[in-house]
């Protein structure tokens, strides 16, 4: 083989692949990008118009990661994040899997309009919502409390998981469940043991966006939850860092940085399964 | 055959379905009488006192808060909280509460009167208190204000003046001195814009652009609402002065940006070193201190060269507005009395003089003797702040506060009037006009709160 065509079949990815999706990586990653670097810039280059944004120019601070940790609760925000991330993505993928396999699987009266049903319980907008589930919050004694989010997302987590779940399940071939049956299973062993294993990438799926969406909630987190200690991070950030007309810009972007984490951790480590869990069907 | 132990142990702790189904029963039915029943279980149900407030520009204001309600509670032996929020968070979570008729007994109001006239049924009554705390303070600045239907259902508890911050080194670049009239920051601007130094204020949709374009209008002998708080005033040739002189302000002396301008656009501006003049309170020159900006390509600072000096005048008046902050109790608060017994405390001369040192003069009282706070003459920066809040006057001035005023100050149609002129998108008779059946339509009670 001449060098030119061992040339050309190695750098035929380059140009095939690497500089086509270059663009659209460089604008996927720039937000990200320019949240680090201001995180990292000093006030008095911040106010400067004539610096370049793009760079950091008067060296490095860590002062807004300082601010953060001293003297804000960020970490005490970061934790109910956590907690209240993890709890409804698990009580959501539960009532998810829950609601999914029978109108997935089973014909009964109504089935079809129930899943329509739960899809425009998905569609109803979280600032419609907020009004009346403040009554029902307080009428609970939750008010003020990381119960009251945990009782309140998976109001539109279920809908949802329970939608991309219903998706999923379909497209496992009915026929390994029926095996399974004139094996002795009974429904909940067969979609225990034998649907839930199979479908993993779609549960995985679904557990990766209920944990996001939660991850970003402000609203229920603003009016549900008062006390500085027990705020999310979304909340705690934007109440302390914004005082009047002063943003607190290094520090907003550093609570940024800090809170990516969490999910840029899940989306490496699940990658696969999300990208299998969103394309299950696209080809039959 | 015997079971093996772990068997039987298994077995015991399966659930039956019928076992199932009666502790959900139940379940259920202890949620929905706690539904029915309206209120929270008893548990929940502690004897505490709680105060929700927005974030102050000034961090150490909200410490001395907190320390003078602990001090409050730990001699009254009630449980305290107090809770801070971003003020731009204040509406939706007013509006929670007042549907869930539970939250805080005690709350921020603003900016503005209009919420006490918007919550009216929900408020309780402050005319004892109000009537309490005026003579220990020299009385209220202009109490006819602040009545919202004849009553006092709300304390104003402060406001942040507007004078105008202005580069002291480019006025003198310029060859300018003491701009004190509209008229002279035309001028001034023209000069600055030419050097790369426009003047700026927003004009896009902010609280800023509200307050220094009603400042305008006012200072030229305009108004939108008459004083019997139904007549539409604006469609006047004062509001066609205002706006022709706007609309030179925009094109000759200042930059297309501030179109787009938010709250904490100018201030940005100014400590930037573009700006050479802004209309806000003092928080860009105290954040610009505490973070040492340099005046760009100098080692100087830039808080040493900015100064503050009066709201300017117009051919007819000086006046300016502001935010005006207030506080409230909520009628369905458990706590009604207790919440008066802690504003009076609050609003003792003592604790308020402290509250407003902690706050360097930014948090101004509506009280008179509050005006001659010795902070204001602890900088010099700080000389003018009483004189703006002599002539500050609520956003409705002459009109009286009510929904209708805060909704004209919510949908932002002062700004949108002005902008649309300033932009040439109409001329000045349609946006009167424009602005004008707004403002008819929503005093009318045709238009829902946004």
Not at chain 1, 9 to 30: C, E, G, I, N, Q
Not at chain 2, 353 to 382: C, I, R
Request: with cysteine; aromatic share 12%.
């Amino acid at each position: 083989m001449s060098n030119l065509s061992r040339w050309t079949r190695r750098s035929r990815p380059l140009f095939t692949l690497y500089l086509p999706v270059m663009p659209f990586v460089l604008f996927a990653l720039f937000p990200l990008y320019f949240m680090l670097i201001t995180s990292f810039k000093k006030n008095a280059e911040l106010y400067d118009v004539n610096a370049v944004p793009f760079l950091i120019g008067r060296g490095v601070t860590f002062a807004h990661y300082e601010l953060l940790s001293k003297d804000t609760l960020f970490w005490s925000w970061f934790v109910n994040s956590l907690v209240v991330s993890l709890a409804a993505t698990a009580i959501s993928v539960v009532l998810g899997v829950l609601a999914a396999y029978p109108l997935a699987r089973l014909k009964f009266p109504g089935g079809d309009s129930f899943g329509v049903a739960i899809f425009i319980t998905y569609l109803v907008p979280p600032t419609l919502l907020f009004l009346p589930l403040s009554t029902v919050v307080a009428r609970l004694g939750l008010s003020d409390s990381l119960w009251a989010l945990v009782v309140t997302y998976p109001t539109f987590l279920v809908p949802f998981c329970t939608w991309l779940l219903m998706s999923y399940f379909r497209t496992v071939p009915k026929e390994i469940e029926e095996c399974a049956m004139l094996d002795g299973c009974n429904r909940l062993q067969t979609m225990v043991r034998i649907l839930l294993p199979v479908a993993l990438p779609g549960v995985i799926c679904a557990a990766l966006f209920a944990f996001t969406l939660s991850w970003n909630e402000f609203l229920y987190a603003l009016v549900f939850v008062s006390p500085a200690e027990l705020k999310t991070m979304t909340v705690g950030i934007f109440s302390e860092l914004i005082r009047g007309d002063i943003y607190y810009w290094g520090g907003l972007m550093a609570g940024a940085c800090i809170g990516s984490l969490p999910i840029v951790i899940a989306y490496v480590f699940f990658l696969d399964y999300y990208v299998s869990g969103l394309t299950a069907g696209a080809v039959k | 055959m015997a079971r093996s132990s772990a068997s039987i142990a298994l077995e015991s702790r399966r659930v039956s379905r019928r076992r199932f189904l009666g502790a959900a029963a139940g379940g259920a039915a202890g949620i929905s009488g706690i539904l029915a029943a309206g209120r929270a279980p008893a548990f929940a149900q502690t004897k505490e006192l709680t105060f929700l407030t927005v974030a102050s520009f000034v961090p150490e204001t909200d410490k001395e808060l907190k320390r003078q309600l602990d001090e409050w509670g730990t001699k009254n032996k009630v449980k305290v909280r107090l809770d801070i929020i971003a003020h731009l968070q204040l509406q939706t979570k007013k509006a929670a509460e007042v549907q869930s008729r539970s939250g805080h007994d005690l709350t921020a109001l603003g900016p503005g009167l209009g919420d006490a006239d918007l919550y009216f049924d929900y408020l309780a009554d402050l005319n004892d208190v109000a009537a309490d705390v005026a003579p220990k303070n020299g009385g209220w600045l202009n109490p006819d204000d602040y009545l919202i239907r004849g009553k006092w259902k709300l304390l104003p508890w402060w406001m942040p003046p507007f004078p105008m911050a202005v580069r002291t080194d480019l006025l003198e670049q310029i060859g300018e001195k003491n701009p004190d009239t509209w008229e002279d920051w035309l001028r001034v601007g023209k000069k600055g814009k030419a050097i790369g130094h426009p003047f700026g204020t927003a004009m896009g949709h902010s609280g800023d652009a509200n307050v220094t374009l009603l400042s305008i209008l006012w200072s030229y002998g305009g108004s939108y609402v008459s004083k019997d708080g139904k007549t539409i005033t604006i469609n006047s040739k004062e509001t066609r002065q205002a706006m022709d002189f706007v609309k030179r302000l925009y094109t000759e002396a200042m930059d297309p940006e501030v179109l787009a301008w938010d709250d904490s656009s100018n201030n940005r501006c100014l400590n930037a070193g573009k700006c050479i003049g802004i209309h806000n309170p003092i928080s860009a020159y105290e954040s610009a201190k505490k973070d040492k900006v340099l005046v760009p390509g100098t080692q100087k600072e830039i808080a040493e060269v900015i100064d503050h000096i009066n709201t300017p005048r117009g051919p007819v008046d000086r006046k300016a507005t502001t935010g005006f902050w207030c506080v409230g109790i909520w009628n369905f608060s458990k706590n009604q009395d207790l919440a008066k017994d802690f504003l009076r405390y609050h609003f003792q001369p003592d604790n308020l003089a402290k509250w407003v040192e902690a706050g360097h003069g930014f948090n101004m009282p509506f009280l008179t003797n509050l005006t001659k706070h010795p902070v204001y003459k602890s900088d010099k920066q700080y000389r003018f702040i009483p004189e703006v809040a002599k002539v500050s006057v609520p956003p409705s001035w002459p009109g009286p506060t009510t929904a209708a005023s805060q909704q004209v100050w919510d949908l932002y149609i002062i700004p949108d009037m002005f902008a649309q002129h300033a932009t040439g998108k109409m001329t000045a008779d349609q946006a009167i006009a424009w602005a004008e059946k707004e403002m008819q339509e929503i005093y009318a009670g045709r238009k829902r709160r946004p």
